[in-house]
């Protein structure tokens, strides 16, 4: 399952969601999260401190291509 997540805090969700996964056996291939860039950084930080594989973005890729 790939997860996308917008305004994701200090990323305590992503935390929670997967530790949750491993409970009911699900696999999270990619964990996304997409907010404000200092944000993302605070986000990073506690997702490396938890050793959980969340990839954090500022910036909205462009759908179109």
Known sequence: VN??????GWGGLS???YSLSH???IKIN????YDLNTICSLQK??????DI???CLY???NLES
Not at 45 to 50: E, R
């Open 3 to 8: 997860i996308y997540e917008i305004g994701g």
């Open 15 to 17: 935390f929670w969601i």
């Open 23 to 25: 409970l009911f056996d």
């Open 30 to 33: 990619k964990y996304t999260i």
């Open 45 to 50: 930080i506690f997702c490396n401190f938890v």
């Open 53 to 55: 594989n969340t990839e």
């Open 59 to 61: 910036e909205v890729p």
